[in-house]
């Protein structure tokens, strides 16, 4: 069982370098090109000349000079790299670094020498380390009826955007840019392109039309991708007594035209609360008690700019005519929930036959449903965020995340899980390092208790 979890996480991160560029180890050679790309946490081969000696250098961006490595043919010793995490090995003179970090890019020089220290060729290297792109994600709002924004973000160094669609063409003049603007004919899935010298990734949004000028209020939606109400959110009292509102997202909610009327709260302690006493012969309009909520006097709407889990509970909202009679109450329940974000899909063979799709996302009250566009996904552990899949499956599979306020898909391609001999050979290895492991840790263990056996013996003495 714990083998299958650990070949899980390997198959994870084989899947996550996916958009690296060059196969680990990245190979740079003085003699081929002058500039060489590394991903950030790669791993390099330099070989070096077959001459009788070298020194090779390197000048960082503060322009400082740093010997490397002196390698002499005579020398009765291997040479010790200085930074250590360089590594010589002697027999096919490689340069190699286990793990390449920033501070590793810089210009690297190579002077080779004959055995009489003579002076036979020099050479210059330009080493550059990049994070690799990934968390491409996508978002756009409507601007305004007719424009929308699409804006895509990912982490990495040095990246560059493109953007493709599956039924417009694109203006062009917006490409290599991190936003996109179009105007309302734009619907379909839009992809964006992130890439930089070193891995490659993107992620695709289907976009829907923006609301048609007779909303009025689209202005103000910022990226809320994925929200199923426009902000603001209306909730009224008469039409039904659920209102579901996302965090942070505003809500409308407006008031009868009565003379008076008493709107409270009861979260959910039970404890009541006062809101907002309304009399229309009041020469002041009246303040809402938490001031978070405004009250708008000419159109009697009470405006929440940023609704927080604790506006959560049951409103009553009591109406009185000018002579104190009773008009009417109602009830509304208002839900505020995090919107859905962050789905992430991945999946791990649990043995050459059997995979295992994973969906996580934050939010509350998550629902998650999976499709897949090639297969009927047989064994469904539906409203669950895990998936069993046997080896007929293959193509994309999506899941799907909801709750009352949101609704966010994400998408992996499956490969088949590796076949029996790879799978048992992988298990084997794991069986090995992690005999290994345990060896080492006994050595150790025994090793420090032989030193403080021995320093009990020296005091007893
Ligand atoms: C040089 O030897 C190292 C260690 O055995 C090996 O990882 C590397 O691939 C070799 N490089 C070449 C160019 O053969
Ligand atoms: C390096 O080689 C070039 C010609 O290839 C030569 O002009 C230059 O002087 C050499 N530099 C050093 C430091 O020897
Ligand atoms: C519900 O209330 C709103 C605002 O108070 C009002 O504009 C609307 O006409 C009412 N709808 C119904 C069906 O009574
Ligand atoms: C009421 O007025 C506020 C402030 O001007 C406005 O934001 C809101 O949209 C109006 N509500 C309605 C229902 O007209
Ligand atoms: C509700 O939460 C907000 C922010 O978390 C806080 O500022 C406010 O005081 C809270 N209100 C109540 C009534 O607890
Ligand atoms: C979700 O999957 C886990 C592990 O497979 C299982 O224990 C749990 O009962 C499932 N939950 C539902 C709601 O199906
Ligand atoms: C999975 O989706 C990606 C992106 O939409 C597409 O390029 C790929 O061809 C799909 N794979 C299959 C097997 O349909």
Known sequence: MRIQVIFGILWIFTQAAMGLLFQDPVVCRFTE???????????????MPLEDGFDLKIIDKTSTHHLILKYRKTQSNPPKPNPPRWQFVIDNKTMILTSAERSDSGTYTLDTTDAKGTLKGNYTLQLN???????????????????????????????????????????????GNSTLTLNKDHHGKVTCHVENHVSYNYNTTELHPCPGPTTAVVTSTLSNDGLLFQDPVVCSFNQSNQCYVALGQRLHLPMPLEDRFDLKITDKTSTSRLILKYRKTQSNPPKPNPPRWQFGNDNKTMILTSAERNDSGTYTLDTTDANGNLKGNYILQLNIEAAVSSVKVWYGCLSFDVAKAHCSADGDNLRFTWTADL???????????TLLLDK???????????????RVRNTIELHPCPGFMVFVSVWLCEVIILLSLLVGAFCIYNRIYRKQKITENQEAL
């Not at 990934?134 to 601007?143: A, E, F, H, P, T």
């Not at 297969?375 to 965020?385: F, G, K, P, V, Y």
Request: hydrophobic letters at 30%.
């Open 392 to 406: 007929s499956h293959h193509g994309n599979i999506t899941c799907h995340v909801e709750n009352h306020v949101s």
């Open 129 to 175: 380390i990049e994070a690799e792109v990934s968390s491409v994600k996508l978002s756009y709002s409507c601007l305004s009826p007719g424009v929308m924004k699409v804006y895509c973000s990912a982490d990495g160094d040095n990246l560059r955007f493109n953007w493709t669609s599956d039924l417009n063409t694109l203006p062009q003049l917006e490409n």
């Open 33 to 47: 090109s002058n500039q060489c790309y590394v991903a950030l946490g790669q791993r390099l081969h330099l070989p």
């Open 375 to 385: 297969n009927t996904i047989t064994q469904l552990e539906d409203a669950n965020s």
